[in-house]
């Protein structure tokens, strides 16, 4: 178990300009899920996937996000247009798909986004 | 809708000594999940502990326990024996009743300081 790991660490970008964040989960594990992080806050839900399915989209996913799992392994989430706003820790985590049970989440380190 | 409050924003604890993190949840669902996570400077969110709604007993995990509170809807984290790699924010979420996947609520947090 290499646990989850996220790329890059940090992200500095101007204003305008597109990134990508990359996510590779532990690999057993089916679910993937990615979430945001601002300062002093808890994490929110932006989007899961099952697999290489989307499943669920958080209202906070607006139209210039966008994340993917093509291969049912590691995941992508790119923000196109970056505007400040964005700026924020963004977590993925996993897990592992259990009957009748509540599998916890196991997250990475995140990629903390800065936007100038 | 699931709502978790976290009124502590701070907390200090001396090494050695025992201590409770607060955490109140609104649900209308009659099954639900509770978490508790650490998250430490570096970033990491990592999973302390998990109370199933039906669960007659509090969970334990090491030095970790979950006073869980069913009608008053609260379920506090005690840490005993504090350690200085305690220090850390503090994270309750719960999870929605028929919810088959890791859709977090999280809390605002709790900063918990151990000192020598």
């Known amino acids: 178990d290499t646990g989850v790991s996220q790329n890059p660490r940090h992200k500095i970008t101007k204003r305008g300009q597109n990134v990508t964040f990359r996510c590779d989960p532990i690999s057993e594990h089916n679910r993937l899920y990615w979430y945001r992080q601002t300062l002093g806050q808890g994490p929110e839900f932006l989007t899961y996937?099952?697999?290489?399915?989307?499943?669920?989209k958080s209202r906070l996913l607006s139209d210039r996000f966008s994340a993917e799992r093509p291969k049912g392994s590691f995941s992508t989430l790119e923000i196109q247009r970056t505007e400040q706003g964005d700026s924020a820790m963004y977590l993925c985590?996993?897990?592992?798909?259990?009957?009748?049970?509540?599998?916890?989440?196991?997250f990475g380190n995140g990629t903390r986004l800065t936007v100038t | 809708a699931q709502k978790i409050t976290q009124t502590q924003p701070g907390m200090f604890v001396q090494e050695k000594e025992a201590v409770t993190l607060d955490c109140t949840y609104d649900?209308?669902?009659?099954?639900?999940?509770l978490f508790w996570y650490k998250q430490p400077s570096s970033g990491e969110m990592i999973f302390l502990i998990y109370q199933g709604s039906y669960d007659e007993q509090n969970a334990t995990e090491g030095r970790y326990s979950l006073n869980f509170q069913k009608a008053r809807k609260s379920a506090n984290l005690v840490i005993s024996a504090s350690q200085l790699g305690d220090s850390a924010m503090y994270f309750c979420?719960?999870?929605?009743?028929?919810?088959?996947?890791?859709?977090?609520?999280f809390g605002q947090g709790t900063i918990l300081t151990v000192h020598p």
């Open positions: 985590a996993s897990s592992r798909s259990r009957q009748g049970y509540n599998s916890p989440l196991h």
């Open positions: 649900t209308s669902d009659q099954s639900y999940g």
């Open positions: 996937f099952q697999n290489e399915a989307q499943l669920e």
């Open positions: 979420a719960s999870l929605a009743g028929g919810t088959s996947y890791g859709k977090l609520t």
